[in-house]
């Protein structure tokens, strides 16, 4: 019954290195998400996407980048690693593709830890 | 600046217990979540509401949109519901400054239930 699935549980890479995280959705879901959560800071909205190809800022975008080349697919991609980004990374999607409706549930992947060395 | 509290951060209790979890947000919403978050990362949408109550096996959300203020409850609480419990807000017309969907998470209330 898998819904959101991220393909690494635990990476750990050395400073300087490329890093792709990957979310594949099988519930034919519009949008998508990556966050970030720290102790302390809750959940932070890094990228996100409303269709094949397309990507928006969150609220903490720099040092990240995204690729959306199929509906089921969403790719976080750090093309530098650096310590401060060692973190939580987690991957959601929800259904409808307006954004801002306030009525969208989230369905969450089981999160990918990342260590930076 | 919109904001969502959450109170306790931190609640440990012993099972069979009535928990309460309390969120506080600063402006208009359109819809409130309740996330729980167990060890090692999964995140389980609860509830979405706007508001009343909701109910869901020992699981009850209450809102109050004139007060800002919403309420998780778990009644004859167990072992297996310790995780952490995450409210997240959508502000009224939000774009910006609270991500996609216009979501604002709270910093979660971390919930240990003893046996």
């Known amino acids: 019954d898998v819904k959101v699935t991220q393909s690494s549980r635990y990476l750990v890479k050395r400073t300087g290195e490329k890093v792709f995280l990957e979310c594949v959705q099988d519930m034919d879901h519009e949008n998508m998400f990556w966050y970030r959560q720290d102790p302390g800071l809750g959940l932070r909205l890094i990228y996100f996407?409303?269709?094949?190809?397309?990507?928006e800022k969150g609220d903490i975008p720099e040092g990240y980048s995204v690729s959306r080349e199929k509906k089921e697919r969403f790719s976080l991609i750090l093309e530098s690693a650096s310590t401060n980004q060692t973190s939580m990374y987690l991957c959601?999607?929800?259904?409808?593709?307006?954004?801002?409706?306030?009525?969208?549930?989230?369905?969450f992947g089981a999160g990918s830890r990342l260590t930076v060395l | 600046k919109n904001e969502v509290e959450q109170s306790p951060q931190n609640l440990t209790a012993q099972e069979g217990e009535f928990i309460t979890i309390n969120c506080s947000y600063s402006?208009?919403?359109?819809?409130l979540h309740w996330l729980q978050q167990h060890p090692g990362g999964g995140i389980v949408s609860l509830f979405m509401?706007?508001?009343g109550k909701k109910k869901h096996g020992r699981l009850i959300a209450t809102i109050n949109i004139q007060e800002k203020h919403s309420s998780l409850h778990i009644t004859a609480s167990h072992p297996r519901d310790s995780a952490v419990y995450i409210c997240a807000v959508t502000f009224l017309r939000a774009r910006g400054g609270g991500g996609a969907d216009g979501l604002t998470f709270g910093k979660g209330t971390h919930l240990i239930i003893q046996p």
């Open positions: 509401l706007s508001s």
């Open positions: 959601a999607s929800s259904l409808y593709g307006n954004g801002y409706s306030g009525a969208n549930v989230l369905t």
């Open positions: 402006v208009g919403i359109s819809a």
């Open positions: 996407s409303y269709d094949v190809k397309m990507k």
